[in-house]
Every structure is written in structure tokens, then in C-alpha cells.
């Protein structure tokens, strides 16, 4: 009440009725409760739809500009809000109306807010007109850039590449020299935020601008004394090469790539792995072979295990990207040696990352090569005491199936896929399960019957209930697979045994195959093999068998024709209904008024 008194005096104190949403968002934003203060933010727009464009601009915006001292969390929402208030403010004629209070957003402490204020701008500066860009636009980012707080500087990083394409030519040149004072800044984060925007920047610079203002740029960042700057560096390096001819790339570009490689710091390395296959589309065919395979090797046999993690997630890509010609050669004499090694890693995490894509080098080295080079790589990692690394081999087989074939697969790939199959810790198991479609559709129905189907079958018993359930929907997606023959061959007669069952557990089991397979053998199938499993099981002994029917006759229900539904599932579950238990009448009862 007081709350509502003190409103309306602050709405008559204005003067004018019209004022009262101000009046609202000025008391509640003084509220000591956050989240209040979170919600009003969060209605702003519909605020400044309320006020109309004009006072949205005279009042509500100024107002906002002024009371930035908020929590974090506050000022991160208005950020966000307000990189979409342009049809608010009233359209792109006004749009620059909104940078007082981004500019403003963007000085915070917060990276998060400033992040989300400069993303705002970036937005908001497509909407400028060439001509407000430069009276309005510019002169923010002059003053961001020359800023006494570090977070003003690195803000300003973030909006020279989107207003510079518009501006004119003496403007342009006045932005690339502040820009080159942001690299030189003396504030570390200053410089890692100009290195981070460097590439960006010299995508939309002229060529003769690139060489002489931001290329000298590129080299002081890629020698700071900063590990966090030159890593950064390493980023706009891809972007830098794909804009310089190849020449200069070599004489300009390369030697600071392979200083990078051969860097003090692990991170700078790692960046320079992980950013591999686009500093090689950047160099070329040519140059990616002379100089990138050096360096890849190198970062294949890196020191510190992350790097040779991120070097070794790269190796299909990197080696797939190498010149046709005498890339085979290149694979087998450069890349190989360093993979046979990475097999053999002290980190887990190596293996997995390389166990994902060595996969991938079969197409690239063709039948013969694969067999004698990569097969014996396949069957180390396939036994590997690491079960990610055994899994993520697994789940790439299908491009070595495509090269060496089924037989040369069953050989030698599949008696260790047995193995993980009936491994002893469950989770592997499981995910053996999940691969089994996949391994269906590259052996064919015939070679996995022979090895596989009673592996499958074998999983509905297991002692772990997961693998249990895992193993009927895998059943479904068999049968989807190799079609009704082999359900009725092969799936069918494990479900009659089961339902024979002496365990209920296995009993249960029964009941959910059949309710993972109605639907996909079809109407036919399920009245006649499927439903006199059902009725048998209505009146086992095991209560928990019994409300289980009663749940799977409602999932069966429609896969059935209607005279079944009405005869045999309606008497079943009416049976059910005045069950002694408690638990299988509820079902029953459930059962009945879904499909009546």
C-alpha cells in the first residue's frame, strides 16, 4: 500500500499522468531487491512502447544513461535490451540515441556486460547511416579508445571492423591509428583485445593499409611478452594469410607461424594446433606441405599433452587438406611415424581425441596401405585400457568398412568388438549397444547374424538393468533395419522365451520388447505373434508382470484392429480391473479409460 501511495505521489509530483511508467521503473529500480529490479529491466521495451519513441528518447534513455551503477546481472539485461530497441527509438534515423547508454555499458567492470554492450553496438551500427556514423559513431569510439580505464579501451576494439567499411577517407585513416595505439597499449588486456580483433579489422582495410599499418601490428603482437597476446596473434594469422598473396605470405607470415610452433609457452602452441586446418586453407596447397607438415610434426610430439590432443584432433582434416599429389606419400612418411607414437600415449585424452578421426586416413591411403599401416593401429587402440578410446574407434569403423571391406573387417576388427561387447564394465557394454545399428548397416543381415544377433539377444538378460533397456530399443532399431522376416525369425521366438521365463525381471523384459516392436512389425504381426505373449502374461503370479500388461495393452492398443481391441484387450484389462492387487486394478483402470 505505502509501495503504491509512494508511486502515485511520485507520478503526481511529475505532473502528469503519462509519466507514470518512469515513476514505476525509477522506484523499483532504487529497490534493494535484485530481482525486481531485474524484472523492470526486462519490461523496458515494453516501456518505451507505452511512452512513444519521442519521450523514449528525451526521457527514458538519458534516464538509463545516468543510473549505470546497478548489479551485474541488472546491467547485463539492459545491454541485451536495448541492441533491439531501434523501431522503439523511432527507426534508424534515431538509432543513435541508444549509444550513451551502450557507451556507457561498455566502461563497466563486468566482462560479461561490456561484452554484451559492444555486441549491442555492433548490432546498432549497421543501422547508422553513413553520415550519422560519423558524427555519432566514430566519435564514441574515439572516446572508448582513449579512455583512462583499460575497459573502455577494450571495448573499442570490438566496433572499429564494422564502422570502418562506411566511413571516409580521412575518418578511416584517423581509426587505423588509433587502432594501431590499442595494440601497442600499454595494458595487457588492452592488447590482448586488439590481437583478438586484429583479423577481423584487416578484412575490411585496403590491401596497401593492411601492409603498412596492421601487418607491423601482427608482429609486435605475435613477439609480446604476453603468452594471452601472442596466442592471440596465432588467430589472426589465418585471417591475415588469406588476404596477402602468396609471396608475402611466405617472406612475412611464416617465420612468426613457426616461431609460434616452436613458442615458450604450451598455450600459444595448442592455439596454433588447434587454429591448424585454418592457417593451412589460408597458406595453400603448396605451402601446407612445406611448411605446415614441419610444424604439424612437431606438434604431434609436443611436449605437453594438450597440445598434442588438439594436434592429433586435427588429423584427418589436416591430412585430407594436404595436395593430392604425393599426399599418400607425405601421410605415410611424415604423419604415420608421429600417429604410431600417439597410439601409445601417457594421456587418455590424446588417444580419445585421436581415436575419433585415424579413421578417417583409410580413404586417403586406399585398401592395401590401410591394411598394412593402419589396421594394426586400429586393433592397439581397439584394446586400449581406456574405454573412450575403444568406443570412439568403434564408432567410426563405417569409413574403413567402405575401404578394406567385410571380410578384412570380421578378420581383424570384429573379434575385439566381441570382446568390448562382453566387457566387464557396464557402461562399455552400453555403448556397444548404441553402435550396433551402425555396425548393422555396414555388415549386412547376413554377416551380423552370424556374429553379432546373439550378442543382442543376449544383452535382454543381462544383470545390469540399463543394458537391459538399452537392448530392446536397440532390438527396435534392428528390426526397422533388416524388416519383418528377420523379426519373426530371429526376435520373435527370443520374446516367446523370455515370456517362459522362470525370473519376472526377464519376464518384464518381454513385456518391453513388445512394446518397443508393435508398432514396427505392424498391425498383422502384433495380433498374431505379439498379443497371445500378452494374454498368457495377464495372469502370471507376479503382480508386477500383471500391471506391466496392463501398461503394455494400452501402448498395443492401437497397432491392433478394432474387433481385437474390443474382444480380447477390453476382457483382458476388465479381468485385470478386479485384480486382488491394488497397483494392477490402477493400471487396468488407467488402461481401459485410455482406449475406451
Known amino acids: ?74 546491467l547485463l539485461a539492459l545491454a541485451e535490451q536495448l541492441g ?83 566511413l571516409s577517407t580521412a575518418v578511416k585513416a584517423d581509426l587505423r591509428k588509433l587502432f594501431t595505439g590499442l595494440c601497442a597499449d600499454d595494458t595487457p588486456m588492452v592488447r590482448r583485445a586488439a590481437a583478438a580483433k586484429l583479423g577481423e579489422f584487416a578484412k575490411v582495410v585496403e590491401q596497401e593499409f593492411l601492409k603498412a599499418d596492421l601487418i607491423p601490428e601482427f608482429f609486435r603482437l605475435a613477439q609480446d611478452e604476453q603468452d594471452s597476446v601472442r596466442l592471440l596473434a596465432v588467430e589472426a594469422c589465418a585471417s ?24 615458450r609457452s604450451w598455450r600459444v602452441r595448442y592455439m596454433v594446433a588447434d587454429k591448424l586446418v585454418e592457417l593451412q586453407n589460408a597458406l595453400g596447397p603448396e605451402l601446407s606441405k612445406t611448411e605446415l607438415v614441419p610444424a604439424y610434426q612437431n606438434l604431434l610430439r609436443d611436449g605437453e599433452a594438450e597440445v598434442r590432443t588438439a594436434a592429433a584432433g586435427k588429423l584427418k582434416e ?45 580413404p586417403l591411403l586406399g585398401n592395401e596401405k590401410t591394411v598394412e599401416h593402419l589396421l594394426p593401429l586400429f586393433l592397439i587402440m581397439l584394446k586400449d585400457e581406456v574405454p573412450e578410446v575403444r568406443l570412439n574407434i568403434i564408432s567410426n569403423l563405417e569409413s574403413v568398412n567402405s575401404v578394406i571391406g567385410v571380410k578384412q573387417l ?21 555403448a556397444i549397444i548404441e553402435y550396433m545399428p551402425l555396425l548393422a548397416s555396414q555388415l549386412g543381415v547376413d554377416f551380423f547374424d552370424e556374429k553379432l544377433t546373439a550378442l543382442c539377444l543376449a544383452w535382454l538378460v543381462d544383470q545390469v538393468h540399463a543394458i537391459r533397456d538399452a537392448a530392446t530399443k536397440n532390438l527396435r532399431r534392428l528390426v526397422e533395419k533388416f524388416g519383418l522376416d528377420w523379426a519373426k525369425q530371429t526376435v520373435i521366438p527370443k520374446i516367446t522365451e523370455l515370456s517362459k521365463a522362470q525370473s519376472y525381471l526377464h519376464r518384464l ?30 495372469v502370471d503370479p507376479v503382480p508386477n508382470v500383471r500391471f506391466n500388461v496392463a501398461k503394455t495393452l494400452r501402448e498395443v492398443a492401437p497397432t491392433l484392429d478394432e474387433g481385437t481391441r474390443t474382444n480380447q484387450v477390453k476382457q483382458a484389462l476388465q479381468k485385470l480391473k478386479e485384480d486382488k492387487d491394488a497397483d494392477v486394478q490402477h493400471f487396468a483402470d488407467q488402461a481401459l479409460h485410455t482406449i475406451y
Not at 595436395?323 to 588417444?351: A, F, M, T, W
Not at 523384459?509 to 505373434?529: H, P, T, Y
Request: aromatic share 4%; net charge negative.
Open 84 to 166: 533491439s530497441f531501434t523501431s522503439l527509438v523511432g527507426g534508424p534515423e534515431f538509432v543513435h540515441c541508444l549509444l550513451p547508454p551502450l557507451e556507457s555499458l561498455s566502461t563497466v567492470e563486468e566482462t560479461v556486460v561490456r561484452e554484451k554492450a559492444v555486441e549491442s553496438l555492433r548490432t546498432i551500427a549497421d543501422q547508422h547511416s553513413a553520415e550519422h556514423l560519423e558524427r555519432y559513431f566514430v566519435p564514441m569510439i574515439k572516446r572508448l579508445s582513449q579512455g583512462d580505464w583499460f575497459t573502455s579501451r577494450t571495448s573499442a576494439c570490438g566496433l572499429y571492423a564494422v564502422a570502418y567499411p562506411r
Open 410 to 430: 570380421s578378420q581383424s576388427l570384429l573379434p575385439a568388438i566381441v570382446e568390448l561387447a562382453e566387457d566387464g564394465k557396464w557402461r562399455v557394454r552400453l
Open 1 to 74: 500500500m505505502a509501495a503504491t501511495q509512494a508511486k502515485s505521489a511520485k507520478a503526481d509530483d511529475m505532473g502528469d499522468d503519462a509519466l507514470y511508467p518512469i515513476a514505476v521503473l525509477i522506484d523499483e529500480l532504487r529497490n534493494e531487491d535484485v530481482q525486481l529490479r531485474l524484472n523492470s529491466i526486462k519490461k523496458l521495451s515494453t516501456i518505451a512502447l507505452a511512452l512513444g519513441a519521442e519521450r523514449t528518447r528525451g526521457e527514458l534513455l538519458p534516464f538509463l544513461t545516468d543510473t549505470i551503477y546497478d548489479e551485474d546481472e541488472v
Open 240 to 263: 591475415i594469410a588469406s588476404l596477402l598473396p602468396k609471396d608475402e605470405i611466405e617472406k612475412r607470415l611464416v617465420p612468426s607461424l613457426k616461431a609460434a610452433v616452436e613458442d
Open 318 to 362: 589436416f591430412c585430407n587438406n594436404l595436395p593430392s599429389e604425393g599426399r599418400e606419400q607425405i601421410i605415410l612418411s611424415n604423419i604415420i611415424p608421429c600417429v604410431k607414437e600417439l597410439v601409445n600415449d601417457s594421456s587418455q585424452h590424446v588417444k580419445a581425441a585421436l581415436a575419433t578421426v585415424i579413421m578417417g586416413l583409410a
Open 509 to 538: 523384459i518381454c513385456l518391453q520388447c513388445i512394446r518397443n516392436l508393435a508398432d514396427v512389425v505392424g498391425r498383422e504381426a502384433s495380433m498374431k505373434l505379439l498379443l497371445p505373449i500378452l494374454m498368457i502374461l495377464a
